[in-house]
């Protein structure tokens, strides 16, 4: 009785482990052309198909590459899709996954926030601009009127579905943004930088005057201190879009007129004070 017990509790353990291993596993993933993401083992990718597995699961699935647009291979690698040179391309056009449209609603997209010596984007600053553009309308609600903003974690959430961030955002075409979004109306902003430094050095001079009693010349003992100080200057281009109707509406660029750090958050609240959605009250 005691070996079937612990021969049962054993079992119970390896199926467990056995569970946790393959839960644990990194999965291939693959970003579809209507922007859905699928989520598996791949086993074998030709130039016409793709044969994957779903987790848990050892039925092979086949999928026609010209329905594919990216792979992010859990190794780390990536590998992008042109159907342009598919056979299938024109049969097989991309089919975007439409949201709802909320007629005056507009959406604040993210914000690229992009070194342009090094071509390195900031996730963190991307996202800060983003806020900071979507606060902006908020305070400014009812100078907008009838427009209403779309809260920025649905507007987030339904592009991460879309497989879609600050990396990739400037290669949708606004009129699949807003069919994925269910929005009429976008603002689509960017950030571009440069940076220098300069080193300036200031001197402080001190000093006291002596007089001696036996040849009544006078001594003076001067003490000089030299301190550089490096300064770090931003040079910001901001690019500023509005789009209504997948029709551009406003287009402008900024060059802000001071060069430190956050001088661009400035030309944001220009520009928007300027769009054609903005009125005074």
Do not use: C
Not at 233 to 249: G, S
């Amino acid at each position: 009785m005691m070996i079937k017990k612990l021969t049962a509790v054993l079992l119970l353990f390896f199926v467990s482990f056995f569970g946790f291993a393959q839960g644990g596993k990194k999965l291939d993933k693959i970003i579809k052309r209507d922007y859905q993401i699928i989520e598996g083992t791949i086993s074998k990718i030709s130039d016409k198909t793709i044969e994957y597995s779903l987790p848990g699961e050892t039925l092979v699935i086949s999928l026609d590459v010209s329905q594919i647009a990216r792979i992010d291979f859990a190794s780390g690698r990536s590998q992008t899709f042109d159907v342009s040179q598919g056979n299938n391309a024109s049969s097989n056009p991309p089919v975007i996954a439409a949201a709802e449209t909320k007629p005056n609603t507009i959406a604040v997209l993210p914000v690229p926030y992009l070194n342009s010596d090094t071509q390195e984007s900031s996730e963190d600053m991307a996202k800060f601009a983003q806020n900071d553009l979507y606060n902006k309308l908020i305070d400014k609600s009812s100078n907008i009127f009838p427009l209403t903003v779309q809260d920025l974690r649905t507007t987030n959430s339904l592009l991460h579905k879309a497989g879609i961030d600050h990396n990739n955002i400037d290669e949708t075409p606004i009129e699949d943004l807003e069919k994925i979004l269910g929005v009429d109306n976008v603002v689509a902003a960017k950030v571009s930088y440069t940076m220098n430094s300069g080193t300036t050095a200031t001197t402080y001079s001190s000093g006291g005057a002596k007089v001696s009693d036996n040849n009544k010349k006078v001594k003076t003992n001067d003490v000089s201190t030299t301190t550089a100080n490096t300064q770090v200057y931003y040079y910001y281009t901001v690019y500023f879009d509005m789009y209504k109707n997948n029709t551009k509406i406003y287009s402008q660029t900024r060059k802000p007129f001071l060069a430190v750090k956050d001088s661009w958050v400035d030309s944001i609240t220009y520009l928007l004070k300027r769009s054609p959605i903005y009125t005074k009250k």
